[in-house]
């Protein structure tokens, strides 16, 4: 179990940026998947990206591919989302994840620690 907490959300105009941080407790850290999902209100909580434990490689969801990255130092036990050129459909609170045991899945349930979420407002 990895014991998870964001921190950066805010409100910040279309073409803005922000940066994301998702604070870890343990060792545990290391070794996991870290994703980050996002959920608006009313809708379904949905994938956004992930990195892998070592850092080397990410994927993303076709909608945030190019403006955003995902990243971590292991050092910190810390993860980031660094989200630029922000648009109003990015609005939603955003969910930092962990997972031990797989790489490459998109699904939520395959991401056993969570964090509590931070909100980011973009607005027009």
């Known amino acids: 179990q990895v014991q998870l907490v964001e921190s950066g959300g805010g409100l910040v105009q279309a073409g803005g940026s922000l940066r994301l941080s998702c604070a870890a407790s343990g060792r545990a850290f290391r070794r996991a998947h870290m994703g980050w999902f996002r959920q608006a209100p009313g809708k379904e909580r949905e994938f956004v990206g992930a990195v892998s434990s070592s850092g080397l490689s990410t994927y993303y969801t076709d909608s945030v591919k190019g403006r955003f990255t995902i990243s971590r130092d292991n050092a910190k036990n810390t993860a980031y989302l660094q989200m630029n050129s922000l648009k109003p459909e990015d609005t939603a609170v955003y969910y930092c994840?962990?997972?031990?045991?797989?790489?490459?899945?998109?699904?939520?349930?395959?991401?056993?620690?969570w964090g509590q979420g931070t909100q980011v407002t973009v607005s027009s």
């Open positions: 994840a962990a997972d031990t045991t797989t790489w490459g899945t998109r699904r939520t349930t395959d991401f056993r620690s």
